[in-house]
């Protein structure tokens, strides 16, 4: 189409686009994550599971805890995520804005006592136990959540 993408020296299925303030990705395993898991038939599925994640803690809806707008699009073949934009998100690296979670399939685990506590609130609802992982420096960290679910802290 005419929009044009925030990456475009990228191969065309790494590109992301953003247009009215919305963010848009494709959904193929464009850094081998899921190589061990299906490769980009994995990377198609995801998009759907993080999906009815966002949906799960919308339908708790607890005060302070906010999920970003997100629909799966299937078109012409492609499974597009589209996401709301985090204030701010675009002027630093992810990795600054992260404070719960990880950004990297667990490797490197976050946390942070805010989060746990709004974490906390949803827990019963959702039936997630608070538990430790171990994060890449060999360090248990507490999450009440998957590992892939993420607290962003925006400018908002």
Request: hydrophobic residues 35%.
């Amino acid at each position: 189409g005419n929009v044009m993408a925030i990456n475009p020296g990228e191969e065309a299925k790494m590109q992301m686009f953003i247009w009215n303030n919305i963010f848009f990705s494709l959904g193929f395993d464009v850094k081998d994550h899921y190589k061990d898991y299906g490769g980009d038939y994995a990377a198609y599925i995801a998009p759907s599971n993080d999906l009815k994640g966002v949906r799960a803690y919308n339908g708790v809806d607890i005060e302070g805890l906010y999920t970003l707008g997100t629909v799966v699009i299937d078109y012409r073949g492609y499974r597009v995520t589209a996401q709301s934009i985090i204030p701010g998100i675009l002027e630093r690296e992810q990795e600054q804005s992260v404070v719960y979670g990880s950004i990297d399939f667990g490797k490197s685990v976050v946390t942070n006592d805010r989060y746990l506590e709004l974490l906390e609130k949803s827990s019963k609802p959702l039936k997630i136990l608070p538990h430790k992982v171990i994060n890449d420096q060999n360090e248990e960290v507490q999450i009440i959540s998957s590992v892939e679910c993420k607290g962003i802290v925006g400018n908002d």
